[in-house]
């Protein structure tokens, strides 16, 4: 189970971090991310961190304002976003990676109920 949290109602500009709690101790053996979907579009990748973090991607949408990082001591994904606009409301998951293209969200196979995210202008 994947629960996500840290969202809410941000002006334009703001940070927030969001955290992803993962049920079980194997979670630090997934690559895992974040996806998001605003209300009538379709899902959207945010960004990939390989197992130990050494590695990360992000969508295009998001590069240099957002950052992906765990701690798998505490089974626990964050993503820090900063320059948040308007275009970056939506509902946030928390996912693992299956097989595929990090940038492909078909690639994820689990996520949990999300976290809401609004940005007001």
């Known amino acids: 189970q994947l629960q996500a949290s840290g969202g809410g109602l941000v002006q334009a500009g703001a940070s927030l971090r969001l955290s992803c709690v993962a049920s079980?101790?194997?979670?630090?053996?997934?690559?895992a991310g974040w996806f998001r979907q605003a209300p009538g579009k379709e899902r959207e990748f945010v960004a990939t961190?390989?197992?130990?973090?050494?590695?990360?991607y992000y969508a295009d949408s998001v590069k240099g304002r957002f950052t992906i990082s765990r701690d798998n001591a505490k089974n626990t994904l964050y993503l820090q976003m900063s320059g948040l606009k308007p275009s970056d409301t939506a509902r946030y998951y928390c996912?693992?990676?299956?097989?595929?293209?990090?940038?492909?969200?078909?690639?994820?196979?689990?996520r949990g109920q999300g976290t809401l995210v609004t940005v007001s202008s």
């Open positions: 079980e101790h194997s979670f630090r053996s997934y690559t």
């Open positions: 996912t693992t990676y299956d097989r595929g293209p990090y940038h492909d969200v078909d690639s994820y196979n689990r």
């Open positions: 961190i390989t197992q130990t973090g050494s590695n990360t």
